[in-house]
């Protein structure tokens, strides 16, 4: 999509939210893209976005403008018996607001479907990034307690809980991730929340 | 007595001082300028020439307490006493006014290469911004 409508003042940028370059790089080499690749340890962006697992799109207008909040960002059907989500219709409408066929939402909408961190969303993440700290400095079990400590006050929030599996030794894609996921899923609440529109 | 160094990390920055632990974490005065650059006083907490009230006194006569200070500033803490260090993140009402302003969040991070980008240095592109994870 970058090399189709790049030339139209569009750019991807990509943030990976992993443990660290040699996690992320793989794909990223394998992408070959010539568009901004970063990668986000700590969770910066996650923080500043609310954004509480991946895939996460955000969309941001020539003036910096935030026009369509948080949205699963599936780029392929891979995943879609799992989520359920239909990325062709999602990229027909990024292409569509790209090329300037379709308007932005207004900012109302827009707020409408952002949701905003809370007191425990934010105190989270203030002790996942403790735990990092810690586990940059060699204190591993200390830092999986503040990351357990993390992920009952915010047991939505993915990014914490599926993504210091990596860091305390576990695979992000074993059966302590099904656990968690079957547990989640079976209280009824929602892995992936696309936006309503 | 040799009191090792407590740690206190202002949203990534961190700076290591001396601090007293009795159950809370006590600071000096100079101690909490020098972390957060904020000056405690009898009006509240003040910088750079501007001063905010503290809903209750943040400075005992042992220190400045430092679980009252991050409540007084709005700001969530989390603590780990036998490891001495603590993390003073950034509070839900100030991220979810930024959020609500629409302006995105500008960040800078690094690439592979080590080259650090910046949101804003894209103004005047529009931006898909991807959120994704090797996991």
């Known amino acids: 999509m970058y090399d189709e409508l790049g030339e139209r003042g569009f750019t991807p940028i990509t943030v990976a939210v992993d443990r660290s370059d040699e996690d992320a790089r793989p794909w990223i080499e394998a992408a070959r893209p010539t568009h901004p690749s970063l990668i986000d340890p700590w969770h910066v962006v996650a923080d500043l976005y609310n954004a509480v697992n991946v895939p996460t799109d955000v969309w941001i207008d020539e003036r910096g403008r935030i026009v369509r909040p948080n949205d699963v960002g599936f780029g392929t059907d891979t995943f879609r018996s799992l989520t359920g989500i239909d990325s062709g219709k999602r990229l027909a409408a990024l292409r569509a607001w790209i090329s300037g066929a379709v308007p932005a939402l207004p900012d109302d909408r827009v707020r409408a479907l952002q949701t905003l961190p809370t007191d425990r969303d934010q105190t989270a993440r203030a002790e996942f990034a403790l735990g990092r700290w810690l586990w940059e400095h060699g204190r591993t079990a200390a830092a999986a307690r503040h990351w357990d400590l993390a992920g009952n006050l915010a047991p939505h929030d993915f990014m914490i809980r599926r993504g210091t599996m990596p860091l305390r030794g576990i695979d992000p894609m074993g059966p302590e991730f099904r656990k968690m996921f079957a547990a989640w899923t079976g209280a009824g609440e929602p892995y992936y929340r696309p936006l309503a529109s | 007595m040799n009191v090792p160094r407590f740690t206190l990390i202002d949203d990534g920055r961190a700076t290591e001082l001396d601090a007293s632990i009795d159950g809370a974490v006590l600071l000096s005065d100079d101690a909490v300028q020098a972390a957060l650059g904020w000056e405690v006083t009898e009006d509240g907490l003040c910088r750079e020439g501007l001063c905010m009230p503290a ?52 960040f800078a991070l690094r690439d592979l290469d080590g080259r650090v980008h910046r949101l804003s240095e894209h103004r005047g592109k529009k931006v898909l911004l991807v959120v994704w994870a090797s996991w």
């Not at chain 2, 006569?61 to 200070?69: E, Y």
């Not at chain 2, 709005?74 to 979810?96: F, I, K, M, T």
């Open chain 2, 55 to 106: 809903p209750r006194p943040v400075a005992g006569a042992n220190g400045i307490d430092l679980g009252t200070l991050a409540e007084a500033l709005g700001r969530p803490l989390a603590l780990d006493v036998d490891e001495r260090v603590a993390w003073l993140g950034v509070g839900a009402v100030e991220r979810a006014r930024a959020l609500r302003a629409l302006t995105a969040p500008d």
